[in-house]
């Protein structure tokens, strides 16, 4: 289902909830890398976007996207248990997809767990394709899935000796 799905940029001030939303959605089980301060690094770093959905003034998703040289990578993200399903994690990837091709990157790349079926169903919704599994991530406690999706097509060779 796709909802109608207002996204913003984070503020300094969302920082403690994006992090304690990493700690219980996203990080439960490891330590917590995630906290304030480096969420709120994130909201500051200039090759950084923060989007944010509000709900009656509720934070109730984030995705975070850094940009490199040709790749942008998708580095935390998540939604509310509450409030899945409704399509308030697609309109934030969107957002974030097509900030990073007016960013110029060729391919966005992300890591979710193994075990994380939704996360998995939900990038091959999206056209990621799954790369390579990597057994001990997350400091060796659990397998990780490296996931891709190229944002511009393969340059395809010319007709052979065209141009020379
Ligand atoms: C992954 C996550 C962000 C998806 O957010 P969401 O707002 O529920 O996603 P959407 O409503 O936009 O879902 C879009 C599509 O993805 C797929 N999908 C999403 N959740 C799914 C699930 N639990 N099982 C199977 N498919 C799923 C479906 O195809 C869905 O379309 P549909 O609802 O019409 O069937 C959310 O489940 C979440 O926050 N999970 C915990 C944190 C996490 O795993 N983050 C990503 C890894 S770091």
């Known amino acids: 289902m796709t ?3 207002q996204i913003s940029m984070a503020r300094p ?3 403690v909830e994006i992090a304690d939303m990493s700690r219980r959605l996203i990080e439960h089980g490891l330590p917590w890398s995630w ?5 709120a690094r994130s909201i500051a770093a200039r090759n950084t976007n923060v989007a944010v959905v ?11 996207m850094e940009y490199w040289d040709e790749d942008a990578h998708l580095v935390l993200f998540a939604v509310r248990r509450e409030s899945r399903r409704r399509g308030i ?3 934030i990837l969107h957002w974030l997809e097509a900030s990073a091709r007016v960013a110029g990157s060729e391919r966005i790349r992300v890591e979710c767990r193994r075990a994380n079926a939704a996360a998995r169903c939900f990038y091959n919704e999206h056209g990621y394709h799954e790369l390579s599994i990597r ?8 397998a990780g899935i490296y996931l891709e999706k190229r944002l511009r097509g393969l340059v395809t ?8």
């Open 54 to 64: 509000r709900e009656q003034g509720v934070l109730v998703g984030f995705g975070i």
């Open 89 to 91: 994690g697609t309109a």
């Open 157 to 164: 060779p010319g007709p052979s000796g065209g141009d020379s």
């Open 135 to 142: 057994q001990r991530m997350y400091g060796g406690a659990d």
């Open 35 to 39: 906290r304030p301060e480096r969420v």
């Open 3 to 5: 909802a109608t799905v």
């Open 13 to 15: 001030g969302d920082a």
